[in-house]
């Protein structure tokens, strides 16, 4: 559907990178993520269209890594360009910054307005829970900015900056992996497992098999549990009513 796309370029990009940037890759890995996490939002967005927004803008994010990649080049050769000087390159480091926020806050809508559409309570839960954490760095981060403050109280706020990055990267794999698991597209709601010549890789098939359909058959449940309290709401109003009535 797209998001097996979506969380393998997502781990390249804010996982993986951060290994491959110490040996000067790192621009790569970002050009590499965001182009694999916008083959999964070019597919989202055929099922729904709140997908748009995020996978426009990985456009500018890779803009941005081009530079940044360019810039590291130029460094590395010793060549004295202008417009890769430490002060453009700290305008564009913040466009990207801003860029990211922005670019989770509406991958996270979309999650969440899919979720809601298709029933699913737990995944919309999630979403909001993210765009909270989200928001929060953002505002420490700006927070930490400001030229107001000291060293002293900066240095104090770096570390829940860096635990509520930590937390909303974590929260979001994990976020995309309980959607590949649980949203599919009509009609691939129970594709055969693939046999394999070797018993080992079928018993992993088959072990990931039935923890797919007991995730479907608790989804089920709750949507069927949610519907009933629904029901019986109604149920008890229309009863209400009568009684004012009379």
Known sequence: MGFGYLLIGYLVTFVIHMTL?????????????????????????????AFAYAKWLLLPLMLTAVYEGAASLSEKL??????????????????????????????????????????????????????????LYAALYLLAELPLLGETIRGYLLYPVVLLQLAWIICDLLLLLNCAKDIC???????????YRWNLLNRIGDAYERNRQRSIDRVTRETEERLEKRREAREKKKIQHSKKKK
């Open 185 to 195: 597209p009509e009609g691939e709601e129970d594709p055969a497992p693939r046999r």
């Open 78 to 135: 010793l060549l004295e360009v202008g417009f890769f000087a430490p002060s453009v390159a700290n305008v564009v480091a913040g466009i990207s910054g801003v860029l990211v926020v922005v670019f989770h806050l509406a991958l996270l809508l979309a999650i969440r307005a899919l979720a809601e559409e298709v029933g699913l309570p737990s995944i919309r839960l999630k979403a909001t829970g993210n765009m909270i954490l989200v928001s």
């Open 21 to 49: 940037d110490s040996l000067g890759l790192g621009s790569l890995a970002l050009l590499l993520g965001y182009g694999t996490m916008m083959l999964g939002l070019f597919q989202l967005n055929r099922f729904h269209s």
